[in-house]
């Protein structure tokens, strides 16, 4: 099974980049190019990587280029993924932090949408605003928002998540409400995983799975568990497994990520990886994976 995950990382001299990788001592390489472990697209990354070799398979291949906030290489990838989409013809990609571009996410889209096959495309973070934004949120498979997010997918007319009122609320009792909001606004994808104190797993508009426990408070502070849970689901997808059951088994190995590793507010992804297979296994056993 082949996967791509596109996004960022928070350095302005890290050139686009894109082939397979391995992550090595808490350090993504990628085309002999060295990333840290911490949060956003490379804490998703490490993540896919820990759970592809529990699964028996390859890591996914990662499209990276860096960006510091002012956006210049988020258009150099989605430009370089326009051109070269056929490069990324396979089970599926991952979207993960970009700066939302509308034009470039469209080409990026609709190109993806013109292959043979339209592989299963998986928002999270800024590129999930992008398709949000775009008017096209319907044509992808999974968005992964947290409760904040979710009320910004719900909002028709915010043009920023920090432009609604629940994302600065964490309104997460609210969250059945949003989700039947963003489906009746056309701006949500076919499925969510919407991550919080209780994990909600949607399926057209229809709640059919909730995950509560294992309740873990300290991992709540910890930067990055958000990345973990996309990237938890991204292997599993690129394994093959069926959405519904990949969403609510990766739900389970993220809160047993924080039941078995014990965290504080002080660790980082990277001191959680060593717990992964254990906690991947421990949710594979629950949902008969």
Same mark, same amino acid.
């Given at each position: 099974m082949s996967w791509l995950i596109a996004g960022s990382v928070p350095k302005a001299d890290f050139p686009l980049t894109w082939g397979k990788y391995r992550l090595r001592d808490n350090v993504l390489d990628i085309d002999g190019m060295g990333v840290n472990v911490a949060r956003g697209t490379p804490a998703l990354m490490a993540v896919a990587a820990v759970c +592809? @070799?529990?699964? %028996?398979? @390859?890591?996914? @291949?990662?499209?990276?280029a860096g960006d510091v906030g002012t956006g210049d290489g988020s258009r150099a990838l989605y430009k370089h993924l326009a051109? =070269?989409?056929? &490069?990324?013809?396979?089970?599926?990609?991952?979207?993960?932090?970009?700066?939302?571009?509308?034009?470039?996410? =469209?080409?990026? $889209?609709? %190109?993806?949408?013109g292959l043979s096959t339209t592989p299963l495309l998986v928002a999270d973070?800024?590129? /999930?605003?992008?398709?949000?934004m775009s008017g096209f949120a *319907?044509?992808?498979?999974?968005? !992964?928002?947290?409760? %904040?997010? /979710?009320?910004?997918?719900?909002?028709? !007319?915010a043009p920023h998540p920090f432009y609604t009122r629940g994302f600065l609320l964490q309104e997460e009792d609210r969250v059945p409400e949003l989700i039947r909001l963003a489906y009746?606004?056309?701006?949500?994808? &076919?499925?969510?995983?919407?991550?919080?104190?209780?994990?909600?797993?949607?399926?057209?508009?229809?709640?059919?799975?909730?995950?509560?426990?294992?309740?873990?408070?300290? /991992?709540?502070?910890?930067? *990055?568990? *958000?990345?973990? $849970? #996309?990237?938890?689901? #991204?292997?599993?997808?690129a394994s093959g497994m069926e959405m519904a059951k +990949?969403?609510?088994?990766?739900?389970?190995?993220? &809160?047993?990520?924080?039941?078995?590793?014990?965290?504080?507010?002080a660790?980082?992804?990277?001191?959680?990886?060593p717990f992964l297979p254990k906690a991947l296994e421990r949710a594979l056993e629950e949902t008969g994976g």
């Open positions: +592809a @070799e529990v699964l %028996g398979m @390859e890591a996914p @291949e990662a499209l990276l051109e =070269n989409v056929e &490069r990324a013809a396979g089970n599926g990609v991952t979207f993960h932090y970009l700066l939302p571009d509308i034009y470039w996410h =469209n080409q990026v $889209l609709w %190109g993806l949408e973070a800024g590129y /999930m605003y992008a398709a949000k *319907g044509h992808y498979d999974l968005f !992964t928002p947290d409760a %904040g997010e /979710m009320a910004f997918l719900a909002d028709e !007319t009746a606004g056309e701006n949500a994808a &076919r499925y969510l995983l919407v991550k919080g104190k209780r994990d909600y797993i949607v399926a057209g508009g229809k709640i059919i799975a909730e995950v509560e426990a294992p309740d873990v408070p300290a /991992m709540e502070p910890i930067g *990055g568990t *958000g990345d973990s $849970l #996309t990237g938890l689901v #991204t292997a599993l997808l +990949a969403c609510r088994t990766a739900a389970l190995a993220n &809160r047993y990520l924080g039941l078995f590793s014990h965290p504080s507010p660790h980082g992804i990277a001191d959680l990886l």
